[in-house]
């Protein structure tokens, strides 16, 4: 079985292997107009998707609400809230083999959202969160497993933060990017990405998404199939 | 004076009318990833845009952020969120004749957004919201004011909302429409809108937006005629 794992796969090195990728924002609704939404374009994970596609991953994307269209996967899912979203992941998160959690989901939502339009009638207005599932974290803690990749979205100390990450939700790998300046990330057509994993580091400088998600596919698939090869 | 304001135009009723007009939603920054936002397409207002400058005005839009094509104005100007509104429209309102308001503005912003992500590190979160100004009101409150038309997306009570509008803001007309169920509104193709002004009514049954804003368009220019052939 070793020799089976680590024999090359002629540029389909995920053949067979079941894919779950969430992507997108999510949209967690204040009242039927309003919602408190965050930056993610959809476009890294849609490309990722793709990638992970054309190694030979049987991929379902489950995905927020984007202005994109659904990449050639094989079964897509629409979703809004983070509820949604970890309620399609939980369904399916048993049978997959790898996870790639890329979309932004809400860490929180409106305690109570109201039915009908929130009318204004005061100087300010205080609004009331709670905590949304953390969907990453509880795939991560399945047992077994899947081979588990998450995303880290952040503004400044990056590798303290993702590597924090890392190690607190018990992941396999990590992608982090800095975003709000001028260095890529959400909205944007380029990236750059440091990829963590335990005792492990790979940087992908800035360039196009779609060829970063063609290096990013390939690092995951390595990875994915040396746990494979030491675990067999 | 008035046989010429009368006189009809064949076709460009609007010819010479300065319009300044705000479309889409608003994003209010609480970081540099998350935003409270609406679920405005921008779509009724680009058309409403359009349709306007086809009946001879000169159009400004100023247009928050949305996946829609500009379309053919003579001036757009891109902003974010309602206080960017706020700026742009206040430096132009002076210098319209007609202020279409199809804008879906955030009424509240975060008291303090942060200069960096917001940590998730609790079950819960509260948030500290303020007044945005209101943009519609303050240029119908300018003297002299341009014909003042706003838009009101209401899921309940329509007519006593939209009136209650048209009355307190000293607007000169108002589109109201339903929004929030299977009746067409925001995210979709079609709409249908109640046109209300003092002692007037006239309902646009559901059709195509680009439709609806033609005939919108017109009922426009046609209130705007009436007024300045009854004040010259």
Redesign the interface.
Known sequence: EIAEALRPLAGRPLAGVRVLLTAGPT?EP??????????SSGRMGYALATALSDLGAQVTLISGPT?LPMPPVAESIQVETALDMHGAVMARAADCDLFVATA?V???RP?DPA???IK?D??????????NPDILAEVAALTPAPFTVGFA????RVEDYARGKLAAKRLDMIAANL??GATGG?ERDDNALMVFWPNGRRDLPMMDKRQLARELAALIAERYRERHAASA
């Not at 005061?122 to 905590?131: D, E, F, K, P, Q």
């Not at 979205?153 to 400044?156: L, N």
Request: glycine letters at 8%.
């Open positions: 949209r204040l009242d039927p107009v309003r919602y408190l939404g965050n930056r202005a932004a809400a860490d929180y305690a039915d009908s339009k204004k005061a100087t300010g207005l205080t609004l009331h969160l709670v905590r979205a952040e503004t400044d975003v709000g959400f």
